[in-house]
């Protein structure tokens, strides 16, 4: 299936079949994805909790604004900040691409500084916040259209209290902090939802072409 195809199927579901479970295949397809998906400078400061526990889902559910798709999702996945870029996370990633790409640390001083002074000297923490944010979002638009590619079915959500999130799922302790939900999962065949014509604007109106 193409990803337009894809894309073309999906919808924000609003029920799920609670009966469903992904297979081990497709949740390694997707958390793969989201692993791979870009973020600047590919520090990825942000991670992800992948929830099946349905204990843990019906505690979110209460800090969800009572949305069904919480508790009834196969799976909710979590994306969750990194509330702590300083230099020793940057440090932790030179030393990565050194060991990765098998080259000395020393050579990757330039892009080390270069990367302290943009998030360490330039950002204060509410801006190094949102740029974390916005990062998650990018690996939330992957992970959309990887579930569609899948055959699965999933629903973004911002509609939660983060501090009951992260209350529940002991974020803080660990330097997290919630931002983004993605609920997946296999749509219920009573959701009427999934009937309705996709919306979007035409291409003729969205594309400024340069």
């Not at 638009?141 to 509609?159: F, I, K, R």
């Amino acid at each position: 299936m193409s990803i337009n195809s894809a894309l073309e199927k999906r919808y924000a579901t609003k029920g799920f079949d609670s009966s469903f479970k992904i297979n081990n295949s497709d949740k390694d397809a997707l958390l793969q994805s989201i692993c791979l998906t870009a973020t600047s400078f590919g520090l990825q400061p942000f991670k992800l909790l992948y929830i099946e526990d349905q204990a843990t889902k019906e505690a979110l559910f209460t800090h969800s604004f009572n949305q069904a798709q919480v508790s009834q999702c196969s799976a909710l996945l979590v994306f969750a900040i990194e509330t702590k870029v300083d230099e020793g996370f940057i440090d932790k990633y030179i030393q990565n691409i050194a060991q990765t790409r098998g080259i000395e640390t020393q050579a990757l001083e330039g892009y080390k500084n270069m990367q302290k002074n943009f998030l360490i000297d330039a950002f204060d923490q509410n801006k190094r916040n949102i740029w974390a944010t916005n990062q998650a979002y990018i690996a939330l638009g992957t992970a959309l259209a990887q579930a569609s590619v899948l055959g699965l079915d999933a629903c973004p959500m911002e509609g939660f209290d983060r501090a009951g999130y992260d209350k529940t799922l002991g974020l803080q302790n660990k330097h997290l902090s919630s931002v983004v939900v993605l609920a997946v999962g296999k749509r219920s065949e009573e959701d009427q939802t999934q009937h309705y014509k996709k919306v979007r604007r035409p291409i003729d109106q969205m594309v400024i072409y340069g």
